[in-house]
């Protein structure tokens, strides 16, 4: 037998003796144990669930614009994914930035590298009918054609078409959830609601067209009633602001993201008569800037998570100076017999590591089932997403091993310098 494979069998065989003495010192003081135990568990399954949501929140999204299209973007009024307040002078970042209109759309619509721009903006109204109110109902402006890039499909009825939007018709397309709460069983393609504020004394009359169901995702699950008008309409018949419309612009298939970036930014800055030197008055967003902007603030929320839950990795790490300093001062004979029949210092240290590492492993073990258990309860009780990573699995039992090492290297390190002649003399 070589000196390695000699070495190996005397770690292996030292390792395995430290597991079998660990665990009768863990049964044999199993209350101070549990607390330590406890302690670990709740820092690990703290953090096994926070990444168990942030990850799946992250992937649901990425989902979700991936099913919209890769390469589409969005124009926007400024760049609101840049974390700030206003301008530095009081003033909000879209003072000096003017409104994108339909008539821009329009334009870029008839790029040669672009399918389709649609001009789009947000608000909220009030639906009534025949008496049955549904308030702060989530709405949006659009041109014809959106049905095409959204995630669903009509279950009844119809999108409005591009005359009946520039004829500013009084149409509405609305979700398959509000038209099981306004109409119930009957069928809600013809019927006309009043649509506007209540509060203000501000109803219109629109006739339903299409009931639109969403695919099942993070933002389906989060926003149930929701209406979709020609924007002409929600102008001019709803009053509605489009202060901070969008354009959604889908470009062809034999044309890169960037290439059509390039033709979209060409034709607004000479639609908007800038100079070669005058910065964009306008912006694009991608899907990657959203994602991005998204890892931002879940990286400091799972950083602060993080922190938060080390706290019960502190107190299981102080658990376990705790209870093997106890342990080594109860178990003194034991050492001196240890050492008498030839146990080294590096043997004893590696046996209380082991105990110790045993110990808070265990924590995480149980942290990682209370962890699973509980992204599982928020997965089926909320609209949020948990999705496990295999990075957390590792991360939790390794944190918890070295938190192990860390604390009990004080007491190992005891137990390792005592005097054999000492030990086998304590009582």
């Known amino acids: 037998m070589s000196n390695g494979d000699g070495a190996r069998r005397s770690g292996l065989t030292a390792l395995h003796e430290g597991l079998l003495i660990a665990w009768d010192a863990l049964k044999a003081n199993w209350l101070r144990s549990s607390l330590t135990i406890l302690g670990v568990a709740v820092g690990v399954s703290v953090v096994v669930a926070m990444a168990a949501l942030i990850t799946g929140i992250r992937s649901s999204v990425m989902e979700a614009f991936e099913s919209s299209g890769p390469n589409n973007f969005i124009v926007t009024r400024f760049d609101f994914t840049a974390v700030r307040i206003n301008e530095g002078d009081g003033r909000p970042p879209w003072w000096n930035k003017p409104q994108l209109t339909p ?8 790029l040669p590298g ?14 009534d009918y025949e008496g049955h109110n549904v308030k702060g109902v989530q709405a949006q402006g659009y041109s014809s054609g959106w049905p095409g890039y959204a995630q669903g499909d009509f279950i009844a009825g119809r999108d409005f078409t591009p005359a009946e939007v520039s004829e500013n018709r009084p149409l509405v397309v609305i979700s398959d959830a509000l038209a099981e709460e306004l109409f119930g069983q009957r069928d809600p393609v013809g019927r006309h609601v009043r649509v506007g504020s209540a509060f203000r004394g501000t109803m219109e009359s629109f006739t339903v067209v299409g009931v639109f169901a969403q695919e ?27 202060w901070q419309a969008q354009i959604f612009v889908v470009p062809r298939d034999s044309v890169s993201m960037s290439e059509a970036q390039d033709e979209v930014i060409a034709a607004l800055r000479t639609l908007r008569g800038l100079g070669p030197r005058e910065e964009n008055n306008f912006s694009l967003l991608e899907s990657r800037q959203i994602l991005q902007m998204l890892d931002n603030v879940t990286r400091v929320f799972f950083l602060v998570m993080l922190l938060l839950s080390s706290a019960g990795l502190m107190v299981g790490g102080v658990g376990v100076v705790g209870i093997m300093l106890i342990s080594v001062t109860e178990r003194t004979r034991e050492i001196g017999v240890r050492k008498a029949v030839g146990a080294t210092r590096r043997e004893i240290l590696w046996q209380f590591l ?38 957390a699995v590792f991360a939790a039992l390794t944190m918890a091993a070295l938190t192990g090492m860390l604390f009990g290297l004080i007491p190992a390190y005891r137990a390792s310098r005592m005097d054999p002649v000492v030990a086998l003399g304590h009582e």
Do not use: C, M
């Open 354 to 391: 082991v105990e110790a590492s045993v110990l808070t492993s265990i924590g995480a073990a149980i942290g990682l089932l209370g962890g699973w258990s509980l992204s599982g309860a928020v997965a089926h009780w909320t609209p949020l997403p948990a999705r496990i990573p295999l990075w």
């Open 103 to 110: 008539f821009e759309a329009e334009r870029i619509d008839r």
């Open 114 to 127: 672009i399918r389709e721009a649609l001009y789009s903006f947000s608000f909220q109204v009030d639906f």
């Open 216 to 242: 099942p995702n993070i933002f389906s699950s989060a926003v149930k009633y929701f209406a979709i008008f020609p924007y002409t309409a929600a102008k001019r018949r709803l009053r509605q602001s489009d």
